[in-house]
């Protein structure tokens, strides 16, 4: 066991290749998954491709770099994620080489529990050590008067929280492709930016939901008899509470936010992943692999986590990839309701709610444009879920 280069021929598949197999399966979700990692390259890389600041400037013979002085606190985690990230997949390609099958499951758990406790670690970190800047220049002014001698800029030449009441609620033009909103504000730029929201709000929240459905649903599903009666009938009374009312509410008390955007939509979407994993865990723990395990007097969390969870484990995730949808939905609706994050912060449903102009005038781009980000997202989101979900189901698979 452990690292020994062989004939991968000899192998078989782990659990993961022979899931992946039967999703590649189906071309439309390929096609959804390609969609949302275009996606995620837009919201990781969002400052380069649509900002007012220039990449560089020449300003009396010297060059200066704006962009990159603007970055944030919250650019550099992005960053710093989308790092890791990619470092796991090269793990994961690795692994495939070098480690055998029936323990690339226990080895890739500790590699992400280690990468994501580096973000978190490296994200406080950025927000205690990055200084917030206000650079409120207006470089292409200084270009058009001569006071800077040239510059680069991003491909999308506005910032997303830039204002220019002479070009508001502009139709679609060759400087402004999807138009302006009501206060001068490129649109384009603003949905690109926008989608590091939607996006962020859909892991964060669906990853607390999960943490938190999956302890409880484990718990309940393990012991059963008492514990599982009192258990379920919390979970119902969470059920019970309609999700959208409660987002409104507790907004209204608390003031509007991304972070506890996130908190609220995690903490109330958590019922289906303990259903989930109880149901997986009453079957599970009948089974020979567990008793051994009680009988050798493992701890609990040992059995629970170790044990039966990686068993259980599979619904979950697919009602995870439901759940981002779902969550980019919540966030939409309550943007566009007003009690999403507070301008000028951009957001996809507080777009679509200027689709009406104070005068009674109807922007259509300004309801098009954000309203098709929103159903193409959740639309590739459910259909990663459907193939995701045949693929692991062995009723559902088609065949080889």
Request: aromatic residues 14%.
């Amino acid at each position: 066991m452990g690292k020994q280069p062989t004939d991968k021929k000899n192998w078989g598949r782990s659990y993961g290749e022979m899931v992946w197999k039967e999703f590649a399966k189906s071309k439309l979700s390929i096609a959804s998954l390609v969609f949302i990692v275009f996606l995620f390259f837009l919201a990781i890389f969002a400052p380069f491709l649509a900002n007012d600041k220039p990449f560089m400037i020449k300003i009396n013979g010297q060059w200066n770099y704006p962009l990159f002085r603007s970055l944030t606190a919250s650019d550099y985690a992005v960053f710093l994620a989308a790092a890791f990230a990619v470092f796991q997949l090269l793990l994961i390609r690795r692994n495939k080489k070098y480690i055998e099958p029936s323990i690339r499951g226990q080895v890739l758990g500790r590699q992400v529990f280690v990468n994501s406790l580096i973000v978190v670690i490296g994200t406080v970190l950025f927000f205690v050590m990055v200084p917030r800047r206000l650079d409120a220049t207006d470089y292409k002014e200084m270009i058009v008067s001569g006071s800077a001698e040239g510059a680069v800029f991003a491909p999308i030449p506005y910032g997303y929280g830039r204002t220019d009441l002479k070009i508001r609620e502009q139709p679609p033009s060759r400087e402004h492709w999807l138009g302006t909103d009501d206060v001068g504000s490129d649109v384009l730029c603003r949905l690109i930016h926008g989608s590091r929201i939607s996006l962020s709000v859909g892991f964060v929240a669906v990853g607390l939901s999960v943490l938190i459905g999956v302890f409880v649903g484990a718990v309940l599903g393990y012991f059963g008899g008492k514990v599982d009666f009192v258990g379920m009938r919390i979970v119902e009374i969470f059920m019970a509470i309609p999700p959208l009312l409660l987002m409104i509410t507790v907004v209204a008390f608390f003031g509007r936010g991304l972070f506890l955007i996130m908190m609220v939509i995690g903490l109330i979407t958590w019922t289906s992943n303990a259903r989930f994993v109880r149901a997986e865990f009453f079957k599970l723990r009948q089974q020979d692999f567990v008793q051994s395990a009680v009988s050798l007097g493992l701890p609990l969390r040992s059995i629970l986590f170790r044990h039966m969870l990686p068993n259980g484990i599979a619904p979950v995730l697919v009602n995870a990839t439901f759940g981002i949808a779902g969550a980019i939905f919540y966030e939409a609706a309550l943007s566009f309701l007003g009690f999403g994050v507070a301008p000028p912060t951009p957001s996809w449903g507080q777009i679509l709610s200027l689709g009406v102009s104070t005068s009674g005038r109807f922007l259509w781009w300004l309801t098009l444009f954000p309203g098709l980000a929103i159903f193409l997202t959740a639309l590739a989101y459910n259909l990663v879920g459907e193939g995701l979900r045949d693929a692991v189901d062995p009723r559902l698979r088609k065949a080889a």
